[in-house]
């Protein structure tokens, strides 16, 4: 059916129920995953600890013509499929705390091969100060070689991928949902110009429309591949800081830009100060951060 482990990995991963804790578990007992194709039904279901409708769902999909075919298509459709073996598979991000088996890039490869990437998140609704922070970040950072990363949703991330491209920068939209359902839809031709010159990633491939708990998966996924996470305006409950937190967890640096206290948008960066968050002012205080690793020769 498949004659290596990436390719048998890439099918496993089409197949309904097949979670991230399913496919580890199939790891360990093959790391090949060869005989996971060939056990019969009564066997697999032993080592998959699924609801029986769930695993029939399973057993389907794994042996299913049609994701063979569909898998085919990418290629054609410049969609490539990355997956945890690989060498272009972002070297941070297998680090983390269950790293993508996966992943699914539309765009330029090579920008995943960099370690100089920052991720900067923030409100959907922000105000003119935290567009003049960008204004004011984005350019010397995009000047000093950084590829920015961000979510791609209204708001912060949008105008952070704006601005890199504007700025003549990279820049890498991680998305939740697949990369031929772009949410939200006022984003398509932004996410069409990350295509063709930049990137958009996913962990799902590329038919799975958006559900509401792919987002704060998507979120470590950004602080994931990015040495560094910028919140520039969130709000004190906000996916933002999440991805700051999953930032900290992971090991990454974590930066805020402080706010006047009576905006509601200044909540979320000025309690990360409180905690602990370095304090930005400038691009020199992220740069600066990272002087060690990229010291001029």
């Known amino acids: 059916m498949y004659s290596s482990v990436r390719e048998r990995l890439i099918h496993l991963h089409h197949c309904r ?162 990369v031929n359902h772009i949410y939200p839809k006022q984003n398509q031709q932004l996410a069409n110009q990350l295509m063709d010159g930049h990137l958009v990633l996913s962990e799902h491939p590329p038919h799975v429309r958006p559900q509401k708990w792919h987002f704060p998966l998507r979120n470590r996924i950004i602080s994931g591949i990015s040495l560094g996470t910028v919140v520039v305006q969130a709000k004190e409950k906000s996916g933002s800081l999440i991805t700051a937190s999953l930032a900290l967890e992971q090991g990454r640096e974590v930066f805020a830009v402080p706010g006047p206290i009576f905006l509601e948008q200044s909540k979320g960066p000025n309690m990360l100060i409180q905690q602990g968050a370095k304090l930005v002012h400038s691009a020199n205080d992220i740069v600066e951060e990272f002087s060690c690793f990229f010291a001029k020769q």
């Open 17 to 178: 129920g097949a979670s991230w804790k399913t496919i580890h578990r199939l790891f360990r007992i093959d790391p090949t995953f060869a005989s996971v194709f060939t056990l019969p039904s009564s066997v697999l279901q032993t080592y998959i600890p699924l609801p029986l409708q769930r695993y029939s769902l399973f057993f389907k999909d794994l042996h299913s013509l049609h994701i063979q075919s569909m898998i085919k298509t990418y290629k054609d459709n410049h969609i490539h499929a990355i997956t945890i073996f690989d060498s272009d598979y972002p070297p941070l991000l297998k680090h983390i705390y269950e790293p993508p088996w996966v992943l699914y890039a539309k765009g330029d490869l090579h920008l995943l091969s960099s370690l100089k990437m920052i991720s900067i998140v923030g409100t959907r609704q922000p105000t003119k100060e935290g567009i003049k922070s960008l204004r004011r970040l984005i350019p010397p950072l995009v000047a000093d070689g950084w590829i920015i990363v961000s979510g791609l949703a209204a708001g912060i991330d949008t105008l952070a991928h704006e601005m890199a491209i504007q700025h003549g920068g990279n820049t890498i939209a991680v998305i939740a949902g697949g």
